[in-house]
């Protein structure tokens, strides 16, 4: 049996960031997940069914939830969906905005900001030491909050050389064949055949790998691309060292099912290039043989260049809680931002702003979006690259809109159950959620303590997203109130309320996730929206790794440890409304923000014992950690930092 996993790799649209799971306590995976599917994650690809290009995939919005099980999320067809919708919601946004204040809408007109690197050049503004500066930007009174940048880039330009496809068997790094490239050639262009080979479906069935070799020195970027001219094959990309280690890694690139990569050489060395099918990887790239069968086969056309890039970095200035939106259209494939330090803080590849609610009126509809709340004030570094030729990026920045406000955020916490309309989340509609004394039992907590959990759980929140924010000292105008079903009456419909409902199941919902969010919202511009945290995944039978009960022993506090770590995912859905996206849950950095779908043993605050509600569980923070790889960000995200200025007075 295949396609049950434990954990998900880094995937990024062209970049791939791979690392191990980080250790801790975890159940174990699913023996059912097979070692070729085990390696395919490892390398940052999914394996998950694939919906038809463009349609929206089966099951919630990933970027939105908690899903229990990653194997079930079709990451690159999200994102080929989401991508598709940007445009449109992007207008509708703006559309909504047209009668808002000025401070909350776009400016009439962009300033507009010639790169002043000559043409056909490259070299004087390639990193954020050397950027060009825009003095004028700003969000102050008489600054310009609106820019076009226009420029191009111009990187080194490589005339591959056709050859021949390599002779069988090359499904391995032993065997893979010379492109000659670092040898006397800087590019190759052949056509060849997943499914050829001896272990193709015509032969030995356990699926077909091409490998290609090559040199390259440091500072150059390797580029491995495909293209897919007839038949189904539906085409990866990987990117080996000698060791077989993954440096890079790509499903789909650009709205098709074609793949490109990207990789900027560190230092001098060999490197093999894989072309493989879709959920069909090698499970050792030194055994053409360690497949698991069933992947697509068909011609491609493959491209392998390794060239001097062209980056263009400009410098605008930021103040404290500033919140910074870019979105790039053009020849480049990459955008990015830089802090003051500076340190990466939002590289993205993709157009993800269908996922900001309609309030926001960060920019979008373009083929790269990013955006960052500012925490420090100074220089901050927007970046292009990848391709050749024109660019035209739009930068805008905003103030939060509570800054100055009478009224005060506040967040309810309703354990009650409640009537809520789950077609905002792609559920079935208004339905009835059963409210937190329902589980009690399951997680073996009497009834005559729901009133300690509920206690328990809302000074978790608590301390999580206003205790922390006050004690960074970021910005001493923050303030959040925090309101409970037990303690206070019902604000929900009041302006600058925003609930998370806890309680009820999936099949009460119609949405297959743990927890999920209504949207992501940098600078919190929509005050008031939902979200929901439901226990029947969290109250499973022991054993499942995302049920609080696979950590409770005899020996656990239960009050204690479940409060805790439901108070966490509480936080966590809460984190996404407040401007969030997913961090990376295989790293060494447990992050409230962690994406759903494994290691649940680190966001519940399980410590090195393996049991929850004792000594030694951890205390787990909103802060620096870097963007989940599934979801096609790349960078270090504050997760802290974004939500501390917008939830403001």
Avoid: C
């Avoid at 490892?42 to 899903?67: D, H, I, Q, S």
């Avoid at 650009?254 to 050489?265: A, H, I, R």
């Avoid at 020996?555 to 409060?563: I, K, L, P």
């Amino acid at each position: 049996m295949r396609r049950s996993i434990a954990t998900v790799g880094a995937v990024v649209l062209g970049l791939a960031v791979v690392t191990p799971a980080a250790p801790g306590a975890a159940a174990p995976p699913d023996p059912g997940l097979s070692r070729a599917d085990r390696a395919s994650l490892t390398a940052g690809l999914p394996v998950a069914p694939k919906a038809a290009l463009g349609a929206r995939p089966a099951g919630p919005n990933p970027y939105l939830a908690m899903v229990p099980d990653a194997a079930r999320v079709d990451y690159s067809g999200w994102t080929h969906y989401l991508q598709r919708q940007a445009s449109g919601q992007a207008a509708a946004r703006l559309k909504a905005l047209a009668a808002k204040p000025a401070a909350v809408r776009p400016a009439a007109s962009a300033v507009v900001v010639d790169e002043d690197e000559p043409d056909n050049t490259r070299g004087s503004n390639d990193d954020p030491a050397s950027a060009q500066l825009i003095r004028n930007f700003g969000t102050a009174s008489g600054q310009d909050s609106r820019i076009r940048i226009l420029g191009s880039l111009d990187p080194e330009t490589v005339f591959p050389t056709s050859v021949a496809a390599n002779p069988e068997d090359d499904g391995s790094i032993p065997l893979a064949g010379d492109t000659g490239i670092g040898a006397g050639r800087d590019g190759i262009v052949t056509d060849a055949q997943i499914g050829d080979g001896p272990h193709g479906s015509a032969g030995a069935g356990t699926n077909d790998f091409d490998f290609y070799k090559l040199t390259a020195p440091a500072g150059k970027v390797i580029t491995v691309k495909t293209a897919t001219p007839t038949g189904s094959l539906d085409t990866v990309v990987v990117l080996y060292d000698p060791k077989g280690n993954v440096l890079a890694a790509n499903d789909d690139f650009g709205g098709s099912l074609d793949s490109q990569l990207t990789y900027k050489v560190p230092a001098e060395g060999t490197f093999y290039a894989m072309v493989a099918a879709y959920s069909g990887l090698p499970a050792d790239p030194f055994d053409p043989a360690s497949g698991d069968g069933g992947a697509s086969e068909g011609p491609y056309t493959l491209t392998i260049t390794s060239a001097a890039d062209d980056t263009d970095y400009f410098a605008v200035k930021l103040k404290p809680g500033d919140v910074l939106g870019a979105a790039a259209k053009g020849a480049n494939t990459y955008l990015t931002v830089y802090d003051t330090t500076p340190r990466e803080v939002h590289g993205s590849q993709q157009d993800a702003s269908f996922i900001y609610p309609m309030a926001s009126p960060l920019p979008g509809g373009a083929k790269q979006v990013t955006d960052y709340v500012a925490t420090k004030a100074g220089w901050h570094y927007i970046g292009v690259s990848g391709g050749s030729g024109a660019y035209d990026i739009t930068v805008e920045g905003y103030r939060p809109p509570l800054q100055g406000a009478k009224t005060t955020q506040t967040l309810y916490l309703d354990f009650d159950g409640a009537r809520i309309n789950t077609g905002v989340f792609g559920g079935t509609g208004n339905v009835d959620l059963s409210p937190l004394s329902a589980f009690l039992g399951k997680w073996g907590i009497p009834r005559a303590d729901e009133d300690r959990l509920i206690d328990a759980v809302v000074a978790s929140v608590t301390e999580n997203l206003k205790q922390d924010m006050v004690a960074s000292g970021l910005n001493n105008r923050f303030k959040l109130k925090v309101l409970n079903s037990k303690d206070d009456p019902d604000p929900w419909g009041k302006p600058n309320v925003s609930r998370i409902v806890v309680g009820g199941t999936i099949a009460e919902s119609g949405v297959p996730t743990i927890g999920i969010s209504q949207s992501i919202d940098p600078g919190n511009f929509e005050t008031q929206e939902t979200a929901m945290v439901l226990l029947d995944v969290l109250s499973n039978p022991a054993g499942d790794e995302a049920s609080l009960n696979t950590y409770l022993t005899p020996a656990s506090d239960r009050v204690a440890f479940v409060g805790h770590a439901l108070g966490n995912v509480v936080s966590h859905e809460g984190g996404h409304f407040f401007g969030n996206w997913h961090t990376d849950n295989s790293d060494a950095v447990p992050n409230l923000q962690d994406a759903g779908g494994a290691n649940f043993g680190n966001l519940f605050g399980v410590g090195p014992d393996g049991v929850g509600g004792t000594a030694d569980d951890t205390d787990v923070d909103f802060g620096d950690d870097r963007f989940s790889p599934a979801e096609g960000f790349v960078g270090t995200e504050d997760t802290l930092g974004r939500i501390v200025f917008g939830v403001t007075s």
